[in-house]
Structure formats: structure tokens, C-alpha cells
């Protein structure tokens, strides 16, 4: 019996001596969930040719920031504004040097396919036949980005008109993109890839070149947390190579900054500048 | 070591698991910051949204669960086991998934046909108490169910040979034994629906001043990386979670003619 009970934990103890082996030749990735459709299939792409398991963190971009800190692990952090990842180094979370750009967004409404509503700018949100949601200005990029828009764009009536018939904050991209697919709002404004996220179910309205006032662009950085860094940048590496921003084209992610022209010089990233009113204390 | 010791010891390193827990909050605690949060007008919401919705929530379930489980413990019908392990669907489905079904109802005709009939549940605050229900319902119908098990059926055919009818026999017999088990499972199913997160906010959003419960505070304070703030308002739920549970608890220590 106690010759059992030894072997049991003996080998209790080599699966668990191993299993922290194979964690070793593993990278876990830190992910916006702004980037989570493409990001997954450019993994999937990496470890067939790598045989590197990485293991994703997909959330909203303060959620996984917060993340990091508490459980200091992590190797690969990416996130869909350069301002988030000035916080991060600030927060001690991501090397400054391996910082690296690699995708653009630009901000749009959502809306069903064929647009049934007929929604063809931000005004047309003021309507009181439109069900509207947006991302949290409070934790969610596009949020912050969507509180600023509409700050610049609508008159102060206006505003207070949107902010009552706002349904819902989302607490990220994914969630604003169920809920518009789920029918319960008639339009989201996050950004232009979504509709390469559900091409058979929504459609994209572009805002007029004179309401954008910033585009998102994406980063990526290694974690000072990471045990091996060098397999951190050759991922990253890859996420910028030709084959990782092919997957971010066929999601409807821009490559470059010409291919996010708006019409007007705006700016990439950056803190967005909105009310305070817009978040509860 | 006893059998006795060995059993309190248990006990112990049970209690030392979620102590540490809670003592580990306050690596990030910072002082000033209590106050100011509890008092704030977001959290105060926040607080009575869950203290409401919990209570709403635990007197529907409790309502539905005392005659749905005296059915399962006394009588026989067809579909009875198929009924008896769907109560168990939300043990099994994460709340989340509760979340994502509830959402994907509203999106069916029938759905669509309530909300267009005044009753909105999506992104509203019926909907954190639907979430809650949904949550709770087939786990109070468990546990209510295990309490009539433990009644002698006896007692019910005593009274009736005496000429009490079936509801008599129910109220008169049935309840009063079982009342203790009740309002321990009413405590339990209410525990459950304020600590609820993952139904409430797919269904109900995560809106300050609207549908924020106090659980969602939590999630968007450490949403929003801050960690301080988050440990506050987690503090703000363990104290009025168990001094209420305690209180209760308390209550019924004492005997009932004293």
C-alpha cells in the first residue's frame, strides 16, 4: 500500500517536473481583443512551422494589461494603440526597445448587412428608430476613440441625445461585435476591420474623413517578464513578416499607413482626448 | 491524530485557503481609497443593484423551486429524470454560456416577440435579475428538493388519513418541517445570485449607474488596471456578502420560542 501510494506520487511529481518543461517551450501572448481573429489563425501559422506552443490572453486592453502586472508572466504583449503600450513600459511590463508596429485601424459605424436602417453617418445614431452601443470609454480603445468622435462631431445636445440612447458599454470589440450580430443594436462604432470579422453579416459606414480624428495602429512588444525573449522576437518577427500580415489583410486589417488614408493627414494612435463625463465616478 | 482532529484540521486549512486570500488583497490596499469608494455614488449604485436583484431573483427561484422540488421528491411523472438532471444545466454550462444562451433566446422570434412587448431584458436591469434567475432556479430546486427527501412521506399520509387534504398536508406538515432547509437554501441561492458575473453581464452589459452589480464593478476596476480600486470594491462584496450571511445565520441560532 505504501509502496503505491509512493509511485503515485513520484509520478504525480514527474508529470508535474515535466509538464513545467514543456510551459518552458511554450510563449504565452498577451492579445487586445481587437486582434484576436487574426492573431489566432497567425499562431495557428507559427506553430505548425515552429512546433512553439503559444497560449493567448485576449481582452479588453487595460484587462490584460492588469493581467501582466498581477501575474508577471507573459512574453508577447499586443495591443491596437501605441498610447497602451507607453503605459506598459511605464508599468515596467514591456521591453521599450522590441516595440514594433505592424497594423492599422481605422474607426467606422457597424452595421447588419445591406444596412436595413439606412445609417449613413453619425448623425443618423441621434435617430430614435437606431439601437446604438459603443465600446467602454472607460477600459476599451475604440471606446475612448468613440467617446472622442462623437465630443468633436456633435453638438452638446446632440451628445446628450447619443449618451441616453447609448444601450450598452461593451467591455470589448468582441462583445460590441456579438451584440450588433445578436440583433439587439441596429449599429456599433468600432472599427473598419469588423467587417472582416462577420463579412456575411455586417457591413461597414465609413465616417467622413473630417470625424476621424486618429486611426488605431497595433503594436507589439516583448514582456520583461519573458523567460526567452529571443523566441518572443522571432514570434513578433513573424507577425511581421509577409505570411503574419496576409492573415491581418484577409481580416480586413491595413498594413500600412497608406492603405489606412483617411482623405486627411490624422494621427496613429495617441491618447485620446474626451470628456470626462463620459466615465462614471 | 484523532479522527476529531483530523476532520478539524480540514476544516482549517479550508478556512486558511480563503482567509489567505482575502489577507493577500491587502498587498494592494490603500488606505484613503475605502472611504472614497464606498461612498461613492457609482458604488453605492452598484451595491444596492445587487442587493436588489439578489433578493428579486432568490424569491422568484425559491417560489418556483418549493412546488417544483416536492414534485420530484414525492411524485412520479413522466419525464421526471430528464427534468430532474436539466435542473442541473447551470452547474454544468458556465455562466457565461447561461450569458450567451439568454442573448441568443432574445434573438429567436419568440424573444424578439417579448422584449417588442414592453418586457426588455437585454442591456437592462430585468435582465441581471433573468440572469440571476436563470442561474439560481434549477440549484435551489436541487437543494430544496434534497430537504423534502429527508421528510418521511408519512408524516403527509398521517395527516390526510386524518382527513387533511393534499395543500394542507403540503402547508401544514410538509413546509413547517422543511422550513429550516429552505431558508438555509434561500441563503445559499442568494449567496449565488450577488456573486454572479458571467450571465449578468452578457446579458445586462456592464453600464456604470445602470446595470453595473457590484461583481461587474469589480471586473471593470481591474478592466480599467486599477488594482487598488479593485481591491476596495472586492473587499466591499466579501464584507457585505458574509456579515449578511452571518447575520442570517445568527438569526437562526436562535430557538424559534424563545
Redesign the interface.
Known sequence: MRCNLSMVIIGLMAIFILSGNAFAEELLLFCGAAFKKPIDEVISLYEKRTGTNIHASY??V??I??QA??TKQGDVFVVPSPDIMD?AVE?GVVHKGSIRGFSYAVPAIIVHKGNPQNIEGLKDLLRHDVRF?MA?P???YIGMLTAEIFDRNLSRSERDILKKK??????DISKLT?YLI???VDAVLGFDFLKGWNPDKTDIVKLKKEEVIRIGAGQAGVMTYSRDMEKAKKFIDFLLSVDGQNVFRKYGYLATEEDAFVGKKVEIGGKPEFAEEW??? | MSFKRLSISFVFLTFFLYAGLILSLFYFWKGGLLLETLF???TLYSICLSLLAATVSTLLSIFIAVPSAYALSRFEFIGKRTIDTVLELPMIVSPAALGAML??F??NPVG?WIQESGIIF??AVSGIILAQFITTAGIATRLIKAVMDEIPQRYEDVARSLGASPVKAFFTITIPLAKRGIIVSSILTWAKALGEFGAT?TI????????ETLPIAI??R????D?EG?VVLILILISMGLGILYSVRLLMRKPPYA
Open positions: 481582452g479588453g487595460k484587462i494589461l492588469s502586472i498581477l503605459t508599468k452601443a467602454n472607460e477600459n476599451v447609448v444601450l450598452t458599454y461593451a467591455e456579438t445578436m440583433n439587439q466615465i462614471t465616478k | 461613492s455614488e457609482r442573448l441568443i432574445f434573438n424578439i437585454v442591456f453581464i445586462a452589459g456592464s453600464m456604470a449607474m445602470k446595470t471586473f471593470m481591474l478592466a480599467s488596471a488594482i479593485t
